[in-house]
């Protein structure tokens, strides 16, 4: 019996929101442009702009996952399936240590004085995340790292993947919201702590998980 035959949706679903998450939290250019926008406009100009990257990054969940779905012969054996996550678990830590490395001020650019609709701001926020292909690389690290493929179970895979959709938006609902909430101390500083502080928690749950594969314990 492989690790397959035995889904909990539940478990899956968590795992999901995970996923959404740790896709969503770096200060990239969207993460940069949804503060920027926060800052500048308003809470609610910001949560669309997150809302709008969200969407773009369900597609490529989805690409990624239909691209996986066609090996899980492969991927279905406990030894490679093993391999995959102490795989997984190392492009996170390289993920979270460039994240970590980074600094998204960079990508800041003059905001601009015009509101604009809610929802052209949904879709830049949508546009400027599909500009970026390389997210895939980050969904095969995670797909990897939870097991996160089941097409024998269209069911759980589809609460799987909305799950995605739920930590994506619960992210950007609570950055916005924090963001609004400190706008007259948060500047440009607070945007780089925010950025190292993300970097360090992949780079440690990234750790954990490749200790305990090794010890052939399940941490997630």
């Known amino acids: ?79 490679n399936m093993y391999l995959l996550q102490l795989v997984g678990a190392v492009m996170l830590f390289l993920f979270g240590y460039y994240t970590y490395k980074s600094n998204p001020t960079k990508q800041m650019h003059p905001a601009s004085k015009k509101r604009g609709t809610l929802m052209h701001n949904a879709l830049t926020g949508f546009l ?29 895979q589809a609460l799987g993947y909305l799950s995605i959709v739920l930590g994506a938006v619960a992210w950007w609902t609570g950055l916005t919201y924090s963001i609004n909430k400190v706008r007259n101390r948060f500047d440009i500083r607070g945007i780089v702590w925010l950025n190292r502080t993300i970097g360090i928690v992949v780079m440690v749950v990234s750790l954990m998980g490749f200790y305990f594969t090794l010890r052939g314990k399940a941490l997630y």
């Open 128 to 156: 400027v995340t599909l500009s970026n292909p390389l997210i895939v690389f980050l969904f095969i690290a995670l797909f990897a790292r939870f097991a996160f493929i089941v097409p024998a179970h269209p069911v759980e």
């Open 1 to 79: 019996m492989t690790w397959i035959e035995n889904v909990d949706a539940i478990d899956l679903v968590f795992k999901g929101m995970i996923i959404g998450i740790v896709a969503s939290a770096p200060m990239g250019p969207v993460g940069v442009l949804t503060v920027q926008r926060t800052l500048n406009k308003g809470r609610w100009y910001g949560l669309v702009t997150g809302l709008g990257a969200a969407m773009s990054d369900i597609i490529y969940a989805l690409i990624t996952g239909l691209g996986m779905s066609f090996v899980m012969d492969f991927v279905e054996r406990p030894r």
